[in-house]
Nanobody, 125 residues
Framework: VQLQASGGGLAQPGASLRLSCLAS????????IGWFRQAPGKGREAVSC????????YYPDWVKGRFTISSDRAKNTVYLQMNNLRPEDTAVYYC???????????????????WGQGTQVTVSS
Protein backbone atom coordinates (compact mmCIF):
# COMPACT_ATOMS: atom_id res chain seq x y z
CA VAL A 1 0.00 0.00 0.00
CA GLN A 2 1.38 3.35 -1.02
CA LEU A 3 0.02 6.88 -0.92
CA GLN A 4 2.09 9.26 -3.00
CA ALA A 5 1.18 12.90 -2.45
CA SER A 6 2.32 15.77 -4.64
CA GLY A 7 1.39 19.32 -5.53
CA GLY A 8 2.56 21.18 -2.47
CA GLY A 9 4.71 24.26 -2.61
CA LEU A 10 4.88 27.93 -1.78
CA ALA A 11 1.76 30.02 -2.31
CA GLN A 12 0.77 33.54 -1.46
CA PRO A 13 -2.23 34.23 0.77
CA GLY A 14 -5.40 34.02 -1.28
CA ALA A 15 -3.84 31.77 -3.89
CA SER A 16 -4.77 28.19 -4.78
CA LEU A 17 -3.00 24.86 -4.85
CA ARG A 18 -4.18 21.41 -5.86
CA LEU A 19 -2.74 18.41 -4.09
CA SER A 20 -2.81 14.98 -5.69
CA CYS A 21 -2.44 11.56 -4.13
CA LEU A 22 -1.84 8.46 -6.19
CA ALA A 23 -2.96 5.38 -4.29
CA SER A 24 -1.49 1.98 -5.06
CA UNK A 25 -1.95 -1.43 -3.56
CA UNK A 26 -5.64 -0.83 -2.89
CA UNK A 27 -8.64 0.62 -4.69
CA UNK A 28 -10.50 3.82 -3.86
CA UNK A 29 -13.63 1.88 -4.75
CA UNK A 30 -13.11 -0.20 -1.62
CA UNK A 31 -11.50 2.17 0.88
CA UNK A 32 -12.25 5.68 1.98
CA ILE A 33 -9.47 8.21 1.67
CA GLY A 34 -8.61 11.48 3.32
CA TRP A 35 -6.20 14.33 3.86
CA PHE A 36 -4.69 15.23 7.21
CA ARG A 37 -2.15 17.88 7.99
CA GLN A 38 0.41 18.81 10.60
CA ALA A 39 1.51 22.37 11.15
CA PRO A 40 4.83 23.21 12.83
CA GLY A 41 4.60 22.55 16.53
CA LYS A 42 1.09 21.18 16.33
CA GLY A 43 -0.55 17.80 16.17
CA ARG A 44 -2.06 16.20 13.13
CA GLU A 45 -5.58 17.22 12.20
CA ALA A 46 -8.14 16.12 9.66
CA VAL A 47 -8.61 18.29 6.58
CA SER A 48 -11.06 16.27 4.51
CA CYS A 49 -12.24 12.70 4.00
CA UNK A 50 -14.13 11.00 1.21
CA UNK A 51 -16.14 7.79 1.27
CA UNK A 52 -15.76 4.97 -1.26
CA UNK A 53 -18.93 5.93 -3.13
CA UNK A 54 -18.14 9.66 -3.01
CA UNK A 55 -21.42 10.26 -1.20
CA UNK A 56 -19.87 11.25 2.10
CA UNK A 57 -17.40 14.07 2.40
CA TYR A 58 -16.14 15.70 5.54
CA TYR A 59 -14.66 19.13 6.09
CA PRO A 60 -13.99 20.85 9.41
CA ASP A 61 -15.58 24.27 9.76
CA TRP A 62 -12.35 26.12 9.12
CA VAL A 63 -12.04 24.42 5.68
CA LYS A 64 -15.60 24.60 4.39
CA GLY A 65 -15.98 26.67 1.28
CA ARG A 66 -12.23 26.80 0.62
CA PHE A 67 -11.12 23.20 0.10
CA THR A 68 -12.68 20.48 -2.05
CA ILE A 69 -11.83 16.79 -2.07
CA SER A 70 -12.46 14.69 -5.15
CA SER A 71 -11.30 11.48 -6.74
CA ASP A 72 -10.63 9.96 -10.13
CA ARG A 73 -11.39 6.26 -9.79
CA ALA A 74 -9.85 5.43 -13.15
CA LYS A 75 -6.55 6.87 -11.95
CA ASN A 76 -7.00 5.72 -8.35
CA THR A 77 -6.11 9.27 -7.39
CA VAL A 78 -7.59 11.70 -4.89
CA TYR A 79 -7.25 15.45 -5.08
CA LEU A 80 -7.51 18.33 -2.65
CA GLN A 81 -8.28 21.65 -4.27
CA MET A 82 -7.30 24.40 -1.86
CA ASN A 83 -8.51 27.92 -2.58
CA ASN A 84 -8.11 31.17 -0.70
CA LEU A 85 -5.11 29.83 1.18
CA ARG A 86 -4.18 31.42 4.48
CA PRO A 87 -0.84 31.51 6.32
CA GLU A 88 -2.35 29.22 8.94
CA ASP A 89 -2.78 26.56 6.24
CA THR A 90 0.98 26.13 6.26
CA ALA A 91 1.60 22.48 7.10
CA VAL A 92 2.69 19.12 5.80
CA TYR A 93 -0.33 17.54 4.13
CA TYR A 94 -0.70 13.80 4.27
CA CYS A 95 -2.81 11.51 2.15
CA UNK A 96 -4.30 8.77 4.29
CA UNK A 97 -6.58 5.78 4.23
CA UNK A 98 -8.15 3.36 6.66
CA UNK A 99 -7.55 -0.24 5.65
CA UNK A 100 -9.57 -1.29 8.67
CA UNK A 101 -12.62 0.22 6.92
CA UNK A 102 -13.97 1.94 9.99
CA UNK A 103 -17.38 3.37 9.22
CA UNK A 104 -16.42 6.63 10.90
CA UNK A 105 -13.29 7.27 8.88
CA UNK A 106 -15.22 8.66 5.88
CA UNK A 107 -16.18 11.51 8.20
CA UNK A 108 -12.62 11.77 9.53
CA UNK A 109 -13.94 10.62 12.88
CA UNK A 110 -11.36 7.89 13.32
CA UNK A 111 -7.64 7.70 12.73
CA UNK A 112 -6.16 6.49 9.47
CA UNK A 113 -4.22 3.25 9.41
CA UNK A 114 -1.93 4.31 6.57
CA TRP A 115 -0.19 7.59 5.84
CA GLY A 116 1.68 8.79 2.78
CA GLN A 117 4.96 10.67 2.95
CA GLY A 118 3.37 14.12 2.99
CA THR A 119 3.77 17.20 0.87
CA GLN A 120 4.74 20.62 2.25
CA VAL A 121 2.40 23.55 1.76
CA THR A 122 3.72 26.96 2.74
CA VAL A 123 1.50 30.02 2.53
CA SER A 124 3.41 33.24 2.83
CA SER A 125 3.73 36.60 1.19
Amino acid sequence: VQLQASGGGLAQPGASLRLSCLASGFSLESYAIGWFRQAPGKGREAVSCLSTNNEITYYPDWVKGRFTISSDRAKNTVYLQMNNLRPEDTAVYYCTTDLGQSSSYARCHSSPTNWGQGTQVTVSS
